[in-house]
């Protein structure tokens, strides 16, 4: 046993020892200043090819000031809610250190420092690290701080280096960026309204960050922006910080701040390229926005100069060309949404977001939500059926020659044959654009035509969850698939152009998905920031059902609602997309080399809804064959200039022919009916219909692709009875009221 004089002589070696470390570690540390940490740099981004595209950040954002030009009710908005013992503390709170090093010991998350002091001390470390290192050293320059400084001047400090959001560090830059005066006049409303935005601006500022985090949308944000208001200045008044009539009068109308403004270097497609970049960086890093916006950092983009302006040159030109709201009132508030990625690698290499930020177009449409796809998801349900089979073939995947009824306003059956029920009890009917009676034909038809009711047909037969799966695969995400009804089969889903682009890229190489990604790598102080890899490609679907989709969608651009794509001159395959109430329009199509989609749409900018275009450029309705269509046959003419026309790859044949219930057996040859041939041309869509009236044949590569869709095999003879068109199809153009309480259902 030892001797009780070597215990004690150990226990005051170590506590010897321990208040030596505190004594070097305390005076080893510096005060930080809110000068040096107003030195931020900007972030540097670069073109594909390494050049330089912009140099963007928050170093012209930041301007001191003393805490005389800060308002009282600023002081103290921010000592009501964050540390009421401010002027009473040490400042530091030895518990919450105690709690941050206990939980960094498990492995955890630190907690944020708890006292004014202690994230003044930590706004001026440009490294957020979690390490128990700079836990340690925080709480000595913490402790230095407290004893050396004024509790003004640490109010000061905090004040000038806390990150408000939009760029903005400080409290005078947040007053200019909110609300556009300097920080000295601030009212107490707007000084509370700032105060909850250090509870974190990507979740309190309500022009919403959704680009950052799905769930910081400009609704929830508005909610909880406005609750913590009011509770600042209700603990304010409460802690007597602010009279009852001053609370009463800043109570009284939430301070709504001003919009945001386009800075230095950020107009055009700059913008959204950043924007779509940054995004990329916090998604696929440990970098915090808060860290990335204090600047300093190299990131190397996937973007190309060339197809970028090209991509914005094709989308300028058609709207010159078709869209003047200043002539029609109907062609007010019409977007554009785009975006062009390498099959097989995933580089979005061009993006059209909007008209500029410096026109006060803050949304990224190549990168948002909300728009409906219409039948340029078609293909998705096409694919399951070839690779999955329908509940009639136990798993056997069915060829596109399969036949499913392609008449208008039908019964949608469920896989035990019962009729599809509206909610109020009624049956569900799909119906088409037109009421051209095209009785039983091929899918590989119904997509050239672009037919709503085989493919609802279809999705139900295979399984919805079964396109579903397809379409996640192909690079489509969670949160943009609409609900499992049949109209999801006809393009309620609303996936970004982004991923449009790449999940038909899929298709592009045969069936191999990668990932799309902006960034290719990041660097701080030329070093590389791990993280940034090229996304593995993997084999998302066989490469025969690819093949065959492609060859499928190489007809609809020869034969179909896609003609006007063949003025590209060069093998391509595409899809069309129409929407309910014609709210929507997309073209999405592609090459080996590229993959392409381009959305069109309105959109109120009051309250960011979807508006018809019917009317829209003078013409009844649009198509995705017509303006998006004539946008991305401009733009791939320009990028694909001089490159070779490698073709696609041959589809093989899918033996098993698989029949709607009902519909009769297949001649073993083809054979032309031309008394399926309507009687006229439509002339409300010329765009979209083919310069030839539909044909019950069709170009193909070899004879099994080619099927009989006409009489003889169970196709109706009669003549159309109008002149609606029969190409591409909108299940709710007419059937919002016939189609039952679905919604959505599309073309």
């Known amino acids: 046993m030892p001797s009780w004089r070597l215990v004690s002589g150990l226990c005051l070696f170590f506590f010897g020892s321990l208040v030596a470390a505190v004594g070097v570690g305390y005076a080893m540390v510096g005060i930080p200043s809110e000068n040096d940490a107003a030195k931020s740099q900007n972030n540097v981004y670069y073109w594909a090819d390494h050049t330089q595209m912009v140099a963007t950040g928050t170093g012209a954002n930041r301007q001191n000031i003393t805490i005389a030009q800060i308002p009282q009710a600023m002081q103290w908005s921010v000592i009501s809610a964050e540390n009421k013992s401010f002027y009473t503390d040490s400042g530091v709170d030895p518990m919450g250190i105690a709690r941050a090093l206990a939980n960094m010991a498990k492995g955890g998350q630190t907690q944020g420092g708890s006292t004014i002091t202690q994230q003044f001390v930590k706004n001026t470390y440009l490294s957020q690290e979690q390490t128990v290192t700079r836990k340690f050293k925080e709480m000595f320059i913490s402790i230095k701080v407290g004893t050396s400084l004024s509790k003004q001047q640490v109010l000061q400090g905090y004040l000038n280096t806390s990150y408000y959001g939009r760029g903005a560090y400080g409290i005078q830059a947040a007053a200019q960026t909110y609300y556009g005066v300097d920080a000295v006049d601030l009212k107490p409303s707007q000084c509370a309204f700032l105060a909850a935005l250090l509870k974190g601006p ?378 309910d109430s014609n709210k929507s329009a997309w073209f999405v199509g592609y090459t080996q080399q590229l993959s392409t989609s381009i959305a069109m749409f309105r959109e109120n900018p009051k309250d960011a809804q979807l508006l018809s275009m019917n009317g829209t450029a003078g013409v009844a309705s649009i198509h995705g064959g017509d303006i998006p269509t004539a946008v991305w046959t401009e733009y791939m003419e320009a990028a694909l200039k001089g490159k070779s026309d490698p073709g696609f790859p041959d589809a093989t044949k899918i033996d098993k022919v698989s029949n709607e219930d009902g519909a009769p057996t297949p001649t073993p040859t083809p054979v032309v009916t031309p008394s399926e041939t309507p009687s006229e041309t439509p002339s409300e869509t010329p765009s979209e219909t083919p310069s030839s009236t539909p044909s019950a044949t069709e170009s193909c590569k070899f004879s099994w692709q080619c099927s009989d869709d006409g009489g003889t095999d169970g196709g109706t003879t009669s003549t159309p009875t109008d002149t609606a068109t029969a190409t591409e199809s909108s299940g709710t153009s007419r059937g919002g009221d016939n189609g039952g309480l679905f919604g959505g259902s599309t073309g």
Request: proline share 4%.
């Open 202 to 579: 990507t979740y309190y500022d309500p022009i919403g960050a959704t680009n950052i985090d799905p769930a910081a949308t400009a609704a929830d944000n508005l909610k909880r922006s406005e609750a913590r208001w009011s509770w600042i200045l209700e603990q304010m008044h409460n802690d007597k910080h602010i009279t009852d009539a001053e609370y009463q009068e800043a109570i009284k109308k939430y301070p709504t701040p001003q919009g945001l403004k386009a800075t230095k270097g950020m107009t055009g497609q700059i913008s959204y390229l950043v924007d779509t970049a940054k995004k990329y960086v916090l998604n696929h890093s440990n970098i915090s926005q808060t860290e990335f916006d204090k600047g300093g950092y190299q990131i190397y983009t996937t973007f190309q100069k060339d197809k970028v302006n090209e991509l914005s040159a094709a989308v300028k030109k058609i709207q010159k060309e078709r869209i003047d709201p200043k002539k029609r009132s109907l062609d007010k508030y019409v977007q554009f949404g785009a975006a062009s990625v390498v099959p097989k690698d995933g580089a979005i290499v061009a993006l059209y977001g909007g008209d500029g930020y410096e026109n006060g177009h803050f949304t990224n449409n190549a990168d948002t939500s909300g728009v409906p796809v219409g039948s340029t998801w078609k293909p998705f349900v096409l694919a399951a059926a070839m690779e999955y089979g329908t509940y009639k073939t136990d798993g056997v995947g069915i060829s596109p020659l399969s036949k499913y009824n392609g008449d208008d306003h039908l019964k949608v059956r469920n896989q035990d044959g019962t009729n599809v029920l509206n909610k109020d009890g009624s049956i569900f009917y799909q119906n088409n654009e037109s009421n051209y009676p095209w009785g039983y034909i091929s899918l590989r038809k119904a997509m050239e035509q672009s037919i709503n009711t085989p493919f609802v047909q279809l999705g139900m037969d295979v399984g919805n969850s079964k396109v579903r799966d397809v379409a996640k695969a192909s690079g489509i995400l969670d949160d943009s698939f609409a609900t499992l009804n049949p109209s999801f089969a006809i393009g309620t889903s609303t996936p970004s152009a982004i991923r449009m682009a790449d999940a038909y890229a899929t298709f592009a190489a045969s069936g191999k998905q990668a990932d799309p990604y902006s960034v290719t790598a990041v660097k701080e102080g030329g070093q590389p920031v791990e993280g940034f890899t090229q996304p593995a490609v993997k084999q998302a679907m066989p490469e025969n059902v690819a093949n065959n989709v492609t060859n499928t969608l190489e007809n609809v651009i020869q034969n179909g609602t896609a003609e006007n794509a063949k003025a590209l001159g060069r093998s391509a395959a595409g899809k069309t997309g129409t929407t």
